[in-house]
């Protein structure tokens, strides 16, 4: 336990003080914590690596970290189901399910997350054929509000299951899960540039004939990055050194160009064009959990809306053309992934295949500007936001776009009766009373 200290986010745009952090290291213990907070009437958030752009893990009272419950409980290889700790890093969990012989279906662009953080915002990868990694869960044990244990799954408990799959650490803290494995696999990755109107023509192709696709657009360049990963027969890895000048260039020669960028903003327009033009051709196969993750340590603020998945080229060639017109000073890539639909209450995937976007802003450049108008582009598309990312939603437009959030606020409001999950930031955004 560590008492008063700031605490911030990794891009550094959430600060606050928490009372005590507490590192609970048995599920018992975690019963103890919420039934104090009961009894004392303080507020819990739960932690896990502090990487989602919004507040969701601000609190003046307990913060509590799940960083001692932490590995693989157990493999089922015959179900393909792995047991595993709620605290477990994606990074620690790839390489455990890699010894055993297994991996993750999918993951998004980095791996330093937690897995019930992850999960429970929404996280997702790329490949119209895979969720968000909610999906990959099969069952949960929950640390219920009232501090009683509940176990839910999609055959037990299934309303409980649908809501707290996407919940943001609002239905009480998410212990241990079951999730679907597979046999680890050897991908191929291709990295390689086209222009926009060749990415237009064959967008529906490499959606559909890449089990992982995903491109980036550059401000100001008909120049678009696409990434591929298909699984290959073949056995021979040869990732690590394309993966070290891949990052190397992405982090060491990213970060020189975003200071440039900071100091001389104009310049960004001509560094967005550099950074297109300099796409390089790379290829690598490996295992998934080493092909999937990548480093990030050049900071910045993101915000991403999913729309329906049919407007993705809409939606880009539109973004692309205000950012020309508002002259935005912007050299950050665009990042656009597919995703398909789920069934989870307020999963930004719920019920339609989606087509993400996401826009970044180095730390330290303005970005309220562009992020309005990119996000008015995007609701336009009834564009639903990532929980873990910017965004300057309400409750009114939610309710248009999320058809089941009254069920989720209702449920919370049984199992919460004394709102311990929530936070200034939650009250105001749900309107929770
Ligand atoms: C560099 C970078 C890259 C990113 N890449 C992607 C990407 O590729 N795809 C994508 O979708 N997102 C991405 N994100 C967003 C990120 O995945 C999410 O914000 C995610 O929630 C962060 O996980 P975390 O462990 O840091 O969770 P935190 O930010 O610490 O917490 C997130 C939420 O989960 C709750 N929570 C955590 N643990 C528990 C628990 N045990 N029980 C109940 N509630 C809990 C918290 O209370 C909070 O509401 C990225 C973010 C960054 C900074």
């Avoid at 507020?43 to 609190?59: E, M």
């Avoid at 969990?93 to 999960?119: K, M, P, R, T, W």
């Avoid at 295949?353 to 330290?364: T, V």
Wanted: proline share 4%.
């Amino acid at each position: 336990m560590k008492s008063s200290m700031l605490w911030k986010n990794w891009s550094g745009s959430v600060k606050f003080n928490p009372k005590e952090v507490m590192y609970p290291s048995t599920i018992d213990e975690i019963v103890t914590i919420v039934k104090k907070a009961n009894s004392e009437k303080k507020k819990i958030r739960v932690v896990g690596s502090s990487h989602s752009f919004t507040p969701l893990i601000a609190t003046n009272d307990y913060l509590i970290s799940l960083d001692r419950l932490n590995g693989i409980i157990s493999i089922d290889k015959e179900a393909q189901i792995a047991e595993i700790w709620a605290g477990t890093k994606l990074e620690q969990l790839g390489h455990e399910l890699y010894e055993a012989g297994y991996s993750q279906e999918n993951l998004g662009d980095i791996n330093v997350q937690s897995v019930a953080g992850a999960f429970l915002t929404g996280t997702h990868g790329t490949g119209i054929s895979h969720g968000i990694l909610a999906t990959q869960i099969e069952m949960m044990t929950i640390v219920l509000p009232t501090g009683d244990v509940l176990e839910c799954s999609k055959t037990k408990n299934t309303d409980f299951y649908r809501a707290i799959g996407v919940s943001l650490g609002l239905m009480g803290i998410v212990v241990k899960l079951k999730i679907r494995i597979k046999p680890a696999t050897t991908y191929r990755y291709e990295s390689k540039k086209v222009n926009f109107r060749e990415l237009s023509s064959n967008l529906e192709k490499y959606k559909n004939e890449y089990e992982h696709f995903e491109f980036y657009l550059f401000p100001y360049s008909e120049n678009v990055q696409i990434k591929m990963m298909n699984q290959t027969r073949s056995k021979k890895h040869s990732y690590k050194y394309e993966k070290w000048k891949v990052a190397t260039i992405e982090n060491k020669a990213f970060w020189l160009l975003s200071e440039f960028s900071r100091n001389f903003p104009k310049s960004s327009h001509q560094i967005s064009k550099i950074s297109a033009s300099s796409v390089p051709s790379s290829s690598m196969i490996g295992p998934s959990h080493e092909l999937f993750a990548t480093i990030r340590t050049v900071k910045f603020n993101e915000m991403e809306y999913s729309i329906p998945a049919e407007h993705m080229k809409d939606a880009t060639s539109e973004i692309q053309e205000e950012i020309i017109q508002k002259q935005f000073n912007v050299h950050f890539p665009i990042e656009c992934r597919f995703v398909k639909k789920d069934n989870f209450l307020i999963s930004p995937a719920s019920m339609r295949d989606s087509a993400y976007i996401a826009i970044h802003m180095y730390k330290g450049m303005p970005h309220h500007e562009y992020f309005k108008r990119i996000e008015e582009i995007l609701q336009s598309y009834n564009g639903r936001p990532h929980w873990g990312k910017m965004h300057t939603m309400n409750r009114e437009k939610l309710l248009n776009l999320y058809p089941l959030l009254p069920n989720f606020l209702n449920m919370r409001k049984e199992i919460d009766k004394n709102n311990i999950f929530v936070n200034a930031y939650l009250t105001k955004l749900f309107e929770i009373e």
